[in-house]
């Protein structure tokens, strides 16, 4: 578990003469920058006497833990692998997670990622998530979800074409994938009020 930054101090007011203390620093700065630790340990170092090896114990010393991922999402089955191995991790209401998406997911499975999402943020201390490198790709029982063959599917298609069109902006492409799926969003959540 490595320590930021320590210092070594020999004090005799912590016990008898010869017991050493190290003291670990707070990783904050290094998370702001990317270097994530999944503790925050200080060292305690015992030395029972001259020439006697010393005993570390790492020590947690801060509140909270942080952990950074980067998983690659296709499908439901790595939605909910992800989401499985996020709640395994220890103590989730002092957890803070930094999570880089990236992939492709048909629409349906976009929107369920977005409720799990949801979910996960209730359930840790914070949640941050990179989508920018996740697409929403549209399939065909997503385009029938929005609509069989009428005006909203003939939308969907229109913000699909858009999507996939390479002569776009990133940024157009990417606005024309956001309506779409919440386009999808509405619909489905609309048909979802009238079954109950």
Same mark, same amino acid.
């Given at each position: 578990?490595?320590?930021?930054?320590?210092?070594?101090f020999e004090t005799g007011a912590l016990g008898p003469p010869g017991i050493y203390r190290v003291h670990g620093f707070p990783v904050t700065p290094e998370i702001r920058h990317g =270097?994530? $630790?999944e503790t925050n340990p200080a060292l305690l170092v015992d030395i029972a006497g001259p020439g006697a090896p010393a005993s570390v114990t790492p020590v947690d010393s801060g509140?909270?833990?942080?952990?950074?991922?980067?998983e690659h999402l296709s499908? =439901? =089955?790595a939605l909910a692998d992800l989401e499985h191995?996020?709640?395994q991790e220890s103590d989730l209401p002092r957890l803070i997670v930094r999570l880089s998406l990236e992939g492709m997911l048909p629409i349906g499975d976009y929107a369920d990622l977005q409720r799990r999402i949801i979910d996960l943020e209730a359930a840790v201390f914070h949640l941050d998530v990179d989508q920018s490198s996740l697409?929403?790709?549209p399939t065909e029982a997503d385009l029938e979800t929005i609509d069989f063959? $009428?005006?909203l599917r003939r939308c969907a298609e229109r913000l699909r074409s858009v999507g996939n069109d390479a002569a776009r902006t990133p940024d157009v492409r990417h606005r024309a994938e956001e309506a779409l799926v919440e386009l999808y969003l509405r619909? =489905?959540?609309?048909?979802g009020k009238e079954a109950a």
């Open positions: 578990m490595p320590v930021a930054k320590a210092e070594i =270097a994530v $630790g509140t909270y833990r942080w952990i950074a991922r980067t499908d =439901a =089955a191995r996020l709640r697409l929403a790709r063959d $009428g005006v619909v =489905a959540g609309d048909q």
